[in-house]
T-cell receptor, first 112, second 113 residues
Framework: DVKVTQSSRYLVKRTGEKVFLECVQD?????MFWYRQDPGLGLRLIYF???????EKGDIPEGYSVSREKKERFSLILESASTNQTSMYLC???????????FGQGTRLTVV | GQQLNQSPQSMFIQEGEDVSMNCTSS?????WLWYKQDPGEGPVLLIA?????ELTSNGRLTAQFGITRKDSFLNISASIPSDVGIYFC?????????????FGAGTRLAVHP
């Protein structure tokens, strides 16, 4: 079974903190993605990566950065968390050129 | 930019009823996908559609890729309580050298036993 694991299900952080969300996949997928999910807005792409050390901005990259030092791991970084970054964050991965993306369980982040 | 309009936003139905939801766009897509998200979980792929006009079934689910490539629908027949969740459509398009996905806002389905 494909497994995409996000390090935390729930996180509460203070405004201004640096936050790391970690994602690991065990299927040797080339592609990895970070989305945020908000009610009424669906899933919006923050950043994606098609290879190690490679990253591309998605539709809403502002306030975020990413790191992909190893093929199986894709980290999302909030340099200085703000309350408008309170959301559900979903990591996904897929094979290169493949349509199906496999999602992790999500991390619900609350910034207070 | 690309936008998908998914409707309805939510549905509350009786067990055994059929369900229909759809996504429309002013843009053309080369693939349409339908995902389901159970409460507290990540989305899981239900059906993928690759050709305009394609009609695909997966058990009680049926989805179609619109002939104009700008829309898709998903039908669920004889709903059961475990159909509860959020259903997302997604359109795949090519931009900036990459294949990208854009998601609809989701249809939240509640099934009353």
């Amino acid at each position: 079974d494909v497994k995409v694991t996000q390090s935390s299900r729930y996180l509460v952080k203070r405004t201004g903190e640096k936050v790391f969300l970690e994602c690991v996949q065990d299927m040797d997928h080339e592609n990895m993605f970070w989305y945020r999910q908000d009610p009424g807005l669906g899933l919006r792409l923050i950043y994606f990566s098609y290879d190690v050390k490679m990253k591309e901005k998605g539709d809403i990259p502002e306030g975020y950065s990413v790191s992909r030092e190893k093929k199986e791991r894709f980290s999302l970084i909030l340099e200085s968390a703000s309350t408008n970054q309170t959301s559900m964050y979903l990591c996904a991965s897929s094979f290169k050129g493949d349509t199906e993306a496999f999602f992790g369980q999500g991390t619900r982040l609350t910034v207070v | 930019g690309q936008q998908l309009n998914q409707s309805p936003q939510s549905m509350f139905i009786q067990e055994g009823e059929d369900v229909s939801m759809n996504c429309t766009s002013s843009s053309i897509f080369n693939t349409w996908l339908w995902y389901k998200q159970d409460p507290g979980e990540g989305p899981v792929l239900l059906i993928a559609l690759y050709k305009a006009g394609e009609l695909t079934s997966n058990g009680r689910l049926t989805a179609q890729f619109g002939i104009t490539r700008k829309d898709s629908f998903l039908n669920i027949s004889a709903s059961i309580p475990s159909d509860v969740g959020i259903y997302f459509c997604a359109g795949r398009y090519f931009s900036g050298g990459y294949n990208k996905l854009i998601f609809g806002a989701g249809t939240r389905l509640a099934v009353h036993p």
